[in-house]
């Protein structure tokens, strides 16, 4: 297929993570492509009641739902490739049921595979469209997922074992091979794993990575101040001193808090 005569959907709410993918099909393709952007269910809806595409490019989440409700109330024909934080569960589903998927962060090298993916199953013939079955058992996979979020931490201690509820931490700190728990009361838990397998266990809507070190609890946050450098400090319960969102972490933290 000719790609200057194609046209893309982007469904992605971020928009760095849209510019990511603008930035992939140009390197792909040589050249710009033409696509139009959707960043809510919504305005995808109409975009796809009103045009056919030749791929669509889908995160998950979007600003309003799931782009998987846009696909449940819209028969859409066209290959689509789904980018998204997602993982695990999510993605056996996705590889179970032949479809391309990217999980982010992706390299240009992931994309041009996905890309790839899609291509070799286009010029086959061989693309199944996405039927509700899927969309349905794919959905079931994120509640899964979900789930499977961490719910308490077994802490050890001299005198014994405690447990340690994540619905009453304030703050995960990264302390050299392990991390620190500070809990809403103030008190610190030692936690036998490292800051990134944390990331992974927590729930990201509850949860955010502001920094390479620290993982806060959006219910503890207390107060919020601008900072220099596109940073902000975060004064959480609990937590003596403020801490404080890198400047590559402060745009994704703005729209975390407002979801």
Request: with cysteine; hydrophobic share 40%.
């Amino acid at each position: 297929m000719n790609h200057k005569t194609m046209t893309i959907l982007i469904l992605e709410d971020e928009i760095p993570a849209y510019q990511k993918l603008v930035s992939h099909l140009v390197t792909f393709f040589g050249e710009p492509v033409l696509h139009d952007w959707s960043r809510s269910v919504s305005e995808g809806e109409k975009f796809l009641v009103e045009n056919t595409y030749d791929f669509i490019l889908s995160d998950i989440q979007l600003l309003d739902g799931i782009s998987f409700d846009l696909f449940n109330r819209i028969k859409v024909e066209s290959p689509i490739i789904f980018c998204s934080a997602h993982d695990d569960y999510l993605f056996q589903a996705f590889n179970t049921n032949g479809i391309a998927y990217i999980l982010k962060p992706y390299s240009r090298e992931d994309f041009k595979k996905a890309l790839e993916k899609y291509q070799s199953l286009f010029k086959q013939g061989t693309y199944n469209s996405l039927d509700n079955t899927t969309i349905n058992a794919l959905k079931s996979a994120i509640q899964q997922g979900q789930d499977e979020y961490k719910k308490r931490f077994v802490i050890k201690r001299s005198k014994g074992i405690q447990l340690l509820n994540v619905v009453d931490i304030s703050l995960l700190a990264a302390s050299g091979d392990f991390c620190v728990a500070t809990d809403s009361f103030g008190k610190t838990h030692p936690i036998l794993e490292k800051i990134g397998v944390l990331t992974k266990q927590m729930n990201p809507k509850k949860f955010f990575r502001i920094n390479r070190s620290q993982i806060i609890h959006i219910e503890y946050i207390e107060t919020i101040e601008n900072h220099f450098k596109n940073r902000l400090l975060i004064q959480l319960k609990g937590v003596k001193e403020k801490v404080m969102t890198s400047s590559s972490t402060t745009s994704d933290f703005r729209k975390w808090i407002e979801q």
